[in-house]
Nanobody
Framework: QVQLVGSGGGLVQPGGSLRLSCVVS????????MGWYRQAPGKQRELVAS???????YYTDSAKGRFTISRDNAKNTVYLQMNNLKPEDTAVYYC?????????WGQGTQVTVSS
């Protein structure tokens, strides 16, 4: 069974930065595209960034220019560097496949942007 363990969230002031990590175990990580999702209170979970197995990246408009997704296949880990954070980025962040049959969701990591 695939396990997704996210970390790196926290409380940060507007304009600050955070780096999220998600370790994937129980699967051949390197062959899959990976994505970062977020779910704000009262809203649906949304994909904000993804990276293919080759390293090609995709970002939603809200993430473009501020977030950077990357992966380290040797560590079975996908990262999300978030800069210039805004209050509207407050959400629980999760990693998973960006399409196809998703794995069971992990617990996510809370990001709170507030002064």
């Amino acid at each position: 069974q695939v396990q997704l363990v996210g970390s790196g969230g926290g409380l940060v002031q507007p304009g600050g930065s955070l780096r999220l990590s998600c370790v994937v175990s129980g699967s051949i990580f390197s062959i899959y595209a990976m994505g970062w999702y977020r779910q704000a209170p009262g809203k649906q979970r949304e994909l904000v960034a993804s990276v293919t197995s080759r390293g090609d990246t995709y970002y939603t408009d809200s993430a473009k220019g501020r977030f950077t997704i990357s992966r380290d296949n040797a560590k079975n880990t996908v990262y999300l560097q978030m800069n210039n954070l805004k209050p509207e980025d407050t959400a629980v962040y999760y990693c998973n496949r960006p399409s196809g049959l998703l794995w069971v969701w992990g617990q996510g990591t809370q990001v709170t942007v507030s002064s």
